[in-house]
């Protein structure tokens, strides 16, 4: 099945949707809406399963909406001889580019080496040939290593004094939120039904086996039970709250752990490509640009607070700046430099005696008496293989109780929605299609913004410029590009409120905020006015989304 779009991830039949969830038998039902539960929900519909999918916030807004944004291989783990999980992560990183080129982008990734940092020169050309080699990485993206003048030059900002020399190797930088949706709509179109502000808030049992959950639409306040021949339980850092409900919180537990990531204007970070650096404390950190920010990040911390809305705090961006600034002396960033954070949570696995960057990422599956598997762990470049490994499991307990036969996982050839570009270069050449068809031309739309929706929706960019003329003329070109985003994602992404919009669905909340202020009062008129928001209901919207526009750059 090619990509396309899916139209039942439409905001405006959330009352169809809810009803149909609400009568009809699931042979799946997939709690969670990150990147994980995204994928078992893709890779069961796709196995022929009838599947449904709940979240209760909106689609990727944990921990899949706030990573380090890299479909990397986790060259750290080499150090940690985790020869596995390397392999398997490095090999996903061409599958996903492969299938969604527009969001899985390969970029440059220079890993200087210093004196008494954490990697020599022999053992960084030995980890990173090794990396190659165990992630397939192609001929012309290997490895190169370089001198301390050749690293110099590919970034000047370096501190030289300390500088031995460098390696540098390929990344594929991703927007994790964007890949989470495009998984989404994927699963949509193989069938799968998905909502998002649906919560389960309790588990339906018939002789002792679970048959479903009770569940609460927080848009509606809609009361539903779904039922479903078996439950996955894939809500991420949450998973543990959903074993308890369902009794079954014993032996393994999760671990969570925070990070934290800052964003700073380009000009006041200007780097030349991404930087992977040793920081004092022997943790590495990332600096990586993007468009007119570069962001930096991650802090690793145990966390034991409140789960659903983790904090950035004043001690985790002195961390972060006092890092950067050591590495790059010339620039002197400051507090007031940053322009935007996010802080998310790692559900890892624990493990005794060991500290949050030792903690491994695998992944693991717990089996409950209930019937309840819940999936837990691994890193946001694996979460292909996890949802296999997972869908693997059900698939045998049906074909076991039903005698039913369900075809083999093939999501490594499913090319997501919004990939369909035949080549390497296609990107580019669908790219120039768009700026000399008549009807876009004639608006005056510059390269720019076309690059900018191509490597947000990919070959649905057309589909999302067509809206054009359903929007106010009067507006700026930008505004009124908003707003065909806007009514794009309403119709196909479930977008249903500001946040999901400016910070999910299009990363302005973290990459572009100062552009926010120009556009809020197109984006809030066309959802005010698709999703029937009364006064009330819009002043409730827009304070929500200011105290999180604000919380970006409140530091505690």
Same mark, same amino acid.
């Given at each position: 099945?090619?990509?396309?779009?899916?139209?039942?991830?439409?905001?405006?039949?959330?009352?169809?949707?809810?009803?149909?969830?609400?009568?009809?038998?699931?042979?799946?039902?997939?709690?969670?809406?990150?990147?994980?539960?995204?994928?078992?929900?893709?890779?069961?519909?796709?196995?022929?399963?009838?599947?449904?999918?709940?979240?209760?916030?909106?689609?990727?807004?944990?921990?899949?909406?706030?990573?380090?944004?890299?479909?990397?291989?986790?060259?750290?783990?080499?150090?940690?001889?985790?020869?596995?999980?390397?392999?398997?992560?490095?090999?996903?990183?061409?599958?996903?580019?492969?299938?969604?080129?527009?969001?899985?982008?390969?970029?440059?990734?220079?890993?200087?080496? @210093? !004196?008494? #940092?954490?990697?020599?020169?022999? $053992?960084? /050309?030995?980890?990173?040939?090794?990396?190659?080699?165990?992630?397939? *990485?192609?001929?012309?993206?290997?490895?190169?290593?370089?001198?301390?003048?050749?690293?110099?030059?590919?970034?000047?900002?370096?501190?030289?004094?300390?500088?031995?020399?460098?390696?540098?190797?390929?990344?594929?930088?991703?927007?994790?939120?964007?890949?989470?949706?495009?998984?989404?709509?994927?699963?949509?179109?193989?069938?799968?039904?998905?909502?998002?502000?649906?919560?389960?808030?309790?588990?339906?049992?018939?002789?002792? @086996? !679970?048959? #479903?959950?009770?569940?609460?639409? $927080?848009? /509606?306040?809609?009361?539903?039970?779904?039922?479903?021949?078996?439950? *996955?339980?894939?809500?991420?850092?949450?998973?543990?709250?959903?074993?308890?409900?369902?009794?079954?919180?014993?032996?393994?537990?999760?671990?969570?752990?925070?990070?934290?990531?800052?964003?700073?204007?380009?000009?006041?970070?200007?780097?030349?490509?991404?930087?992977?650096?040793?920081?004092?404390?022997?943790?590495?950190?990332?600096?990586?640009?993007?468009?007119?920010?570069?962001?930096?990040?991650?802090?690793?911390?145990?966390?034991?607070?409140?789960?659903?809305?983790?904090?950035?705090?004043?001690?985790?961006?002195?961390?972060?700046?006092?890092?950067?600034?050591?590495?790059?002396?010339?620039?002197h960033l400051s507090i007031e430099d940053v322009t935007s954070s996010w802080a998310g949570l790692r559900p890892l696995i624990h493990e005794e005696g060991k500290g949050p960057s030792e903690l491994s990422r695998k992944d693991e599956i717990f089996y409950s008496p209930s019937g309840v598997i819940s999936i837990a762990g691994g890193k946001l470049t694996g979460f292909r293989k996890m949802a296999e490994r997972t869908v693997d499991v059900v698939v045998k307990q049906l074909e076991e109780e039903q005698n039913r036969k369900f075809r083999e996982c093939f999501t490594d050839n499913i090319v997501l929605s919004g990939g369909g570009f035949d080549y390497d270069d296609a990107i580019h050449s669908y790219i120039n299609r768009i700026k000399i068809q008549q009807q876009f031309a004639a608006l005056g739309i510059s390269t720019e913004q076309v690059i900018d929706l191509v490597y947000k929706y990919g070959t649905n960019t057309t589909s999302v410029l067509d809206l054009l003329p359903q929007t106010n003329t009067q507006d700026s070109l930008d505004m009124r590009i908003?707003?065909?985003?806007?009514?794009?994602?309403?119709?196909?992404?479930?977008?249903?409120?500001?946040?999901?919009?400016?910070?999910?669905?299009?990363?302005?909340?973290?990459?572009?905020?100062?552009?926010?202020?120009?556009?809020?009062?197109?984006?809030?008129?066309?959802?005010?006015?698709?999703?029937?928001?009364?006064?009330?209901?819009?002043?409730?919207?827009?304070?929500?989304?200011?105290?999180?526009?604000?919380?970006?750059?409140?530091?505690?």
């Open positions: 099945m090619k990509s396309g779009i899916s139209k039942s991830l439409n905001s405006l039949q959330r009352k169809s949707l809810l009803a149909r969830m609400g009568s009809e038998p699931y042979d799946l039902l997939v709690i969670g809406g990150g990147i994980t539960g995204a994928g078992v929900a893709l890779d069961a519909a796709s196995r022929g399963l009838k599947v449904a999918l709940i979240e209760k916030r909106d689609f990727g807004s944990g921990t899949s909406s706030k990573s380090t944004k890299l479909i990397h291989g986790g060259l750290r783990y080499l150090k940690q001889l985790e020869i596995a999980l390397v392999r398997e992560v490095g090999r996903e990183r061409t599958i996903l580019h492969r299938n969604a080129p527009h969001i899985v982008i390969p970029e440059n990734m220079l890993l200087p080496i @210093v !004196a008494n #940092g954490s990697l020599g020169k022999r $053992s960084t /050309s030995i980890g990173l040939y090794a990396y190659d080699m165990l992630a397939g *990485v192609r001929r012309k993206e290997r490895r190169v290593m370089l001198s301390l003048q050749e690293t110099l030059q590919y970034e000047p900002l370096l501190r030289k004094e300390i500088l031995l020399g460098g390696g540098l190797y390929k990344e594929y930088r991703t927007d994790d939120a964007r890949l989470t949706i495009e998984v989404m709509k994927t699963a949509a179109q193989y069938g799968a039904d998905a909502m998002n502000y649906v919560a389960a808030n309790n588990f339906i049992y018939e002789n002792n @086996v !679970a048959i #479903g959950v009770e569940a609460t639409d $927080s848009i /509606s306040g809609q009361q539903l039970q779904i039922g479903a021949k078996k439950i *996955v339980n894939a809500a991420g850092p949450w998973v543990d709250e959903l074993r308890a409900k369902d009794n079954s919180l014993k032996g393994k537990k999760l671990h969570l752990t925070k990070g934290v990531h800052i964003v700073v204007p380009f000009q006041r970070l200007p780097l030349q490509q991404a930087v992977y650096f040793d920081v004092a404390d022997k943790r590495m950190v990332f600096a990586i640009p993007r468009g007119k920010s570069t962001y930096i990040g991650t802090t690793d911390t145990n966390y034991k607070g409140e789960i659903d809305h983790p904090t950035t705090t004043r001690a985790d961006v002195d961390y972060l700046l006092k890092a950067t600034n050591y590495m790059f002396p010339s620039i908003a707003a065909a985003e806007v009514m794009y994602g309403i119709e196909h992404e479930m977008v249903t409120n500001l946040s999901d919009f400016f910070t999910r669905r299009t990363g302005m909340l973290y990459f572009e905020r100062n552009n926010i202020e120009q556009l809020f009062p197109a984006v809030e008129e066309k959802l005010a006015l698709m999703l029937g928001w009364t006064e009330a209901q819009r002043d409730e919207q827009e304070q929500v989304f200011r105290l999180e526009y604000l919380q970006a750059v409140s530091f505690e």
